[in-house]
């Protein structure tokens, strides 16, 4: 692959999403930047996820809203009772009203930031070595 060359077609990137067509970028870069992919990678480490932050802003809210309903006004308390309905429905249904919002503001998933974490362990040779382990693992299997 030259220099200019990019990973991926067009014609996958217009029906990937945004996440993916970012991700795809990043790879592209580290692609022709080898030298900056540990740093990526310690990066991504710290990367908050759409649910981490999800449940760190329910926390954050049930907990103001107990203080203050416990303090001020009882009327406080549904904000800590809202926050937990969110989390709940977020837990049970596997999506939140606030996912769009925390997608507009650049949260990923796990599972994309770990896509991308993979894609440049590879570019930087992490997996070199685990090219024959699946004809290996064949072959203790049927022996």
């Known amino acids: 692959m030259t220099t200019n060359e990019q990973i991926g077609d067009p014609i996958s990137l217009e029906a990937s999403n945004e996440s993916d067509i970012q991700t795809l970028k990043s790879i592209n870069h580290y692609y022709q930047n080898r030298g900056a992919i540990d740093q ?59 996912v769009p919002l925390l997608r507009k503001l650049g949260f990923r998933t796990k599972t994309e930031i770990d896509k991308e974490k993979y894609a440049l362990k590879a570019l930087r040779g992490d997996f070199k070595y685990l090219l024959d382990v699946p004809n290996v693992v064949w072959k203790a299997v049927n022996e």
């Open 40 to 98: 990526r990678l310690m990066d991504l480490e710290e990367e908050w996820d759409i649910e981490r932050m999800l449940e760190f802003n329910a926390a954050a809210w049930a907990m103001i809203g107990v203080t203050f309903g416990l303090t001020r006004s009882r009327l406080w308390l549904l904000l800590a009772l809202g926050a937990g309905a969110l989390l709940a429905g977020q837990a049970l249904q596997g999506n939140s009203p606030a």
